[in-house]
């Protein structure tokens, strides 16, 4: 595909540029709905002039409605933009980044996202469609066994995943560790089951607090509920994560005042597993909680980290350092554009 691409855009450049502006302004009107032309104008950098010109011939073509309160796609136009979205990464270049990518923070796969989830929500409901084909090419047939992480990305990722992933496959999700302490909706035994539910297949939770004492540790464990989703934890062959910015996700989970200050001291940027790292991957705090670390990640042949915008770049180049190699990073255009720049400075 990528040699047809090439020879198109050798022989007709101008044809190219035309089809990447009229996906662009569908993608962002998709992004954003409704959105005006001069909000449309900001975002692409194009003057309204011509971004006039590109809605008028989208709207005579059907792709798109407008309103007093702005333009929206229509059902053919959604359905043209997702025929679109493989190709028209090849031509801009983002098969090319993902390999510069993946040489940079030394791991196997990187895939990304057009666009830059900070500014545009609906960005995270494509990375999400990006885990369900990596998780169709990834798992075996059989029984597979999936921990998963909580937090809003793996949420999103959640509403992502079809029945068609269990297709010839038994799969069951579990929480990767003990999580009690965040919002209902985002806690790991939340995003398991709504997995479960999604794919039609089963799951385990995992009812442990967020941080434990040592004294509270030992007789946790012992717990025949604790432990037999401990023992499917140790089974797994796959795991779905984000990566957090370090004082944010300490906020999130209410740590002490004192805690946090530490955590701006040792220049913590970045937090996975509940472990809080600093820009070289040196673990600077670590949460005492119960299930996956970070060390297990190395024997799990299916490793896949999901984290995106501009604002968690340090974080992921952070967290990279401690991955294991096998690790598949998906992620979008804000995020990578910027770890990019920062590997060539």
């Known amino acids: 595909m990528r040699d047809e691409l090439s020879a198109i855009e050798a022989v007709a450049p101008d044809f190219v540029e035309i089809i990447k502006k009229r996906y662009q302004v569908l993608q962002h009107i998709d992004w954003a709905a409704p959105v005006g032309r001069r909000t449309l104008a900001l975002q692409l950098q194009m003057s309204e002039r011509v971004i006039r010109t590109e809605t008028d011939f989208l709207k005579a073509q059907g792709l798109l409605n407008s309103s007093k309160s702005g333009m929206v796609l229509t059902v053919k136009g959604s359905e043209t933009l997702e025929q679109l979205r493989q190709v028209m990464d090849q031509f801009l270049g983002l098969r090319q980044t993902e390999r510069e990518l993946s040489r940079v923070l030394g791991i196997e796969h990187c895939l990304i996202v057009s666009g830059n989830s900070d500014e545009q929500p609906k960005v995270l409901t494509e990375m999400g469609k990006f885990v369900n084909s990596t998780l169709q090419l990834l798992l075996p047939q059989g029984q597979s066994v999936v921990a998963v992480m909580g937090g809003t990305t793996m949420a ?177 255009e804000g995020a990578a554009n910027m770890i990019l720049q920062g590997a060539t400075l």
């Open 156 to 332: 999103k990722a959640a509403q992502e995943l079809p029945t068609d992933l269990s297709k010839e496959r038994n799969l069951i999700f579990v929480p990767a560790r003990g999580g009690i302490g965040e919002s209902v909706d985002i806690q790991a035994n939340a995003v398991c089951a709504e997995m479960a539910k999604r794919t039609g297949g089963k799951h385990r939770a995992l009812y442990v607090p967020e941080q434990v004492s040592e004294k509270t540790y030992a007789p946790l464990l012992e717990e025949p509920s604790v432990q037999e989703v401990l023992q499917l934890i140790e089974r797994s062959r796959g795991v779905l994560h984000s990566i957090g910015e370090a004082v944010t996700m300490a906020e999130r989970r209410d740590m002490s005042a004192d805690t946090i200050a530490m955590l701006k001291e040792r220049r913590a940027v970045g937090e996975a597993f509940g472990y809080f790292f600093n820009e070289h991957g040196e673990v600077v705090y670590k949460i005492p909680r119960i299930g996956l670390q970070i060390r297990d990640l190395l024997k799990i042949p299916c490793v896949l980290a999901v984290a995106g915008g501009q604002s968690k770049a340090m974080a992921i180049k952070a967290y990279m350092h401690l991955a294991p190699k096998q690790t598949w990073l998906i992620t979008d």
